[in-house]
């Protein structure tokens, strides 16, 4: 298992770098210019991003890039506070769509998960949901569609989702806004952020599973 976990570090390491690599020799997009696309849109920019944040999971868009650019505009605070609001309101508009529409949102590669996750769901919907915010070791929009074919009530959903995703969020944001920064102390604590954030996910894997019965011990 920790060979594993090392394994899966240094591989998102090396496909770091080679993106940034990449994006110097190849693309040359500057993350200057990305923050001043956003903020031509002057008053109306947090509502468009929020907007677009809204109908992400129908866009198939990652979510990832869109809260990287958020910290790149608006800042690690207001990024963060307009990502939430996003992403809360794409996760309620899925699982609404889910509900209405049922099995049908849930992919043939996730069918063989959704048994077990879906009765403990339905057991206790807040906490599981919040859980798998805090920790996502399952695609958020799958979260989604899932709480709502499990009948999770809304009110638990909306407000797990809203502050399982705040951490995550904020390391994103943080580590966007961070890129338009000189100073090198900034860069370095938002890099140290992101890697924390990141490595829990893999680090509780097992144990998640094993608590939402996916997994049996010593697997």
């Known amino acids: 298992m920790l060979k594993r976990t090392i394994w899966k570090v240094i591989v998102s390491i090396v496909i770091i770098i080679f ?15 990305i923050r001043e696309w956003i903020l031509s849109f002057g008053t109306f920019a ?18 990832s890039i869109l809260s990287l650019a958020a910290g790149l505009a608006f800042g690690s605070w207001w990024g963060t506070i307009y990502t939430v609001i996003g992403a809360t309101l794409g996760a309620s508009l899925s699982f609404f769509v889910a509900k209405k529409l ?18 403990q769901l339905q ?35 909306l407000m797990a ?23 090198q102390i900034i860069i370095g604590l938002a890099v140290f952020v992101f890697v924390i954030v990141s490595l829990i996910p893999i680090m509780t894997n097992t144990k998640i599973r094993q608590k939402l019965g996916l997994q049996q011990k010593g697997e």
Do not use: C
């Not at 947090?46 to 979510?63: D, E, N, Q, S």
């Not at 049922?102 to 009765?119: F, P, V």
């Not at 989702?161 to 100073?183: D, K, Q, R």
């Open 19 to 33: 993106i940034i690599w990449f994006n110097q020799h190849y693309i040359n997009i500057k993350p200057q210019a």
């Open 46 to 63: 947090p509502i468009i991003f929020i907007g677009i944040y809204t109908v992400r999971p129908f866009l198939f868009f990652p979510a």
């Open 102 to 119: 049922g099995e049908r949102m849930i992919r043939k590669s996730w069918k063989g998960k959704t048994t077990k996750l879906r009765t």
């Open 123 to 157: 057991k206790n919907g807040f906490a599981y949901v919040l859980l798998l915010r805090l920790v996502p070791i399952f695609p958020f929009d799958f979260v989604s569609y899932l709480a709502g074919i499990a009948n999770v009530k809304f009110v638990h959903f």
């Open 161 to 183: 989702t809203w502050i399982g995703i705040i951490p995550g969020t904020f390391a994103y944001n943080f580590l966007g806004s961070s890129v338009v920064s000189e100073n």
